[in-house]
């Protein structure tokens, strides 16, 4: 039997946003559950919405 518990990060651009998502996520018996997630705009952060749709023509 393996089991972890693992925390993870991401960070996205959609919509026009940059978006960071983070959650806690646990394996046991072959199965993920997340205990807990959030997901925060971080525009200000990264820079301006029209740079993000210049690097992400797709959004």
């Not at 039997?1 to 651009?13: D, E, F, N, P, Q």
């Not at 993920?32 to 210049?54: M, P, T």
């Given at each position: ?52 749709a210049r690097a992400h023509?797709?959004?």
């Amino acid at each position: 039997m393996t089991a972890s518990v693992r925390h993870l990060i991401t960070k996205y651009g959609e919509g026009g946003h940059w978006w960071a998502e983070a959650w806690v996520q646990v394996d046991l018996f072959g199965a993920s559950w997340c205990l807990w997630r959030r997901r925060i705009c971080i525009d200000g952060v990264l820079g301006h919405a029209s740079e993000i749709a210049r690097a992400h023509p797709s959004t």
